[in-house]
């Protein structure tokens, strides 16, 4: 059974960073693309960036464009994201997913960031 276990969320500062980790288990990690999406307290759920199986092509959404990083390692199964410069703006309960279960509306807890002085 695929799972999604998402980490290392807290409290940080504007300006601070801190760094995401998603490992998964039940399905073969290094076939599937990965991405992360964040939902902020009242709004939708929102992609924020997504990374290629093997690692070598990434995109992110506008508002993260330069200030976040997402990578892989699909030796641990594991994808993570790297938060830099955070604003309040991205406070919000983060998720990694793969397309294939999304699909079939699997979501793991996430991990709630929260950016405030």
């Known amino acids: 059974q695929a799972q999604l276990v998402e980490s290392g969320g807290g409290l940080v500062q504007p300006g601070g960073s801190l760094i995401l980790s998603c490992t998964a288990s039940?399905?073969?990690?290094?076939?599937?693309?990965m991405s992360w999406y964040r939902q902020a307290p009242g709004k939708e759920r929102e992609l924020v960036t997504t990374?290629?199986?093997?690692?070598?092509?990434?995109t992110y959404a506008d508002s993260v464009k330069g200030r976040f990083t997402i990578s892989r390692d699909n030796a641990k199964n594991t994808v993570y994201l790297q938060m830099n410069s955070l604003k309040p703006d991205d406070t919000a309960v983060y998720y990694c997913?793969?397309?294939?279960?999304?699909?079939?509306?699997?979501w793991g807890k996430g991990t709630l960031v929260t950016v405030s002085s």
């Open positions: 039940g399905f073969t990690f290094r076939n599937f693309a």
């Open positions: 997913n793969s397309n294939f279960l999304r699909r079939v509306n699997y």
């Open positions: 990374i290629t199986s093997l690692g070598d092509s990434t």
